[in-house]
């Protein structure tokens, strides 16, 4: 019994594995407040190159009284982002449950993305980071200082795997029919 109820194991594990590649977090719905220009090129998938003028197939706003929500379609662990700014202001990003309270890695302001952080000189520059493992359902993006000319041009996130539901039903499957394996070999 003891070499099948193994190879079972390992297949369930494998499969497991294979189920939890799908790390990118998808967007359900993304809203902008009321004087941001064109806010669908904030998730159209397309980062600006760099250098790219800030208006040019970028969410763009003047004034510091603007903000992006980004909408996930489900609860994720975020482990990384990707997002293109415009180089010379500084951004927050800020992380929510319920898209009420903001601030979950325990300060209010969960990303700080500085002016002159990157290596573009002028227009839209791409900064990359890790994330401590923040849950999180909604992001929300803001300009906090620099010129008053603000523009997003992509925000992506990565996530840690989730297993799914079916998953987590082979696994225990598996470790059932280990455990009937180990009892019949107990009893032998
Ligand atoms: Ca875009
Ligand atoms: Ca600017």
Redesign the pocket.
């Known amino acids: 019994m003891k070499r099948p109820a193994q190879t079972l194991l390992a297949l369930v594990a494998a499969l497991g594995f294979s189920a939890a590649q799908a790390d990118a977090v998808n967007f359900a719905a993304v809203t902008a407040s009321a004087n941001v220009n064109t806010p669908d090129y904030a998730h159209d998938g397309v980062f600006p190159a760099e250098w790219t003028d800030?208006t040019t197939t970028t969410a763009w706003w003047t004034g510091f009284d603007e903000s992006m929500v980004f909408e996930f379609d489900q609860v994720y662990v975020l482990t990384h982002y990707d997002v293109s700014l415009?180089?010379?202001?500084s951004y927050e990003i800020q992380f929510s449950l319920d898209g009420t309270t903001w601030g979950l890695s325990g300060a209010p302001v969960d990303l700080s993305i500085g002016?002159g952080e990157g290596n573009v000189g002028y227009g839209m520059d791409t900064f990359s980071g890790d994330i401590a493992s923040i849950r999180a359902k909604y992001a929300r993006v803001m300009?906090v200082g620099?010129?008053?000319?603000?523009?997003v041009g992509e925000l992506s996130f990565n996530a840690a795997p989730v297993p799914e539901p079916e998953t987590y039903a082979l696994m225990l499957a598996g470790l059932g029919l280990v455990g009937f394996a180990a009892r019949r070999r107990a009893r032998d």
């Open positions: 800030w415009d180089n010379n202001d002016a300009a620099g010129d008053g000319y603000n523009s």
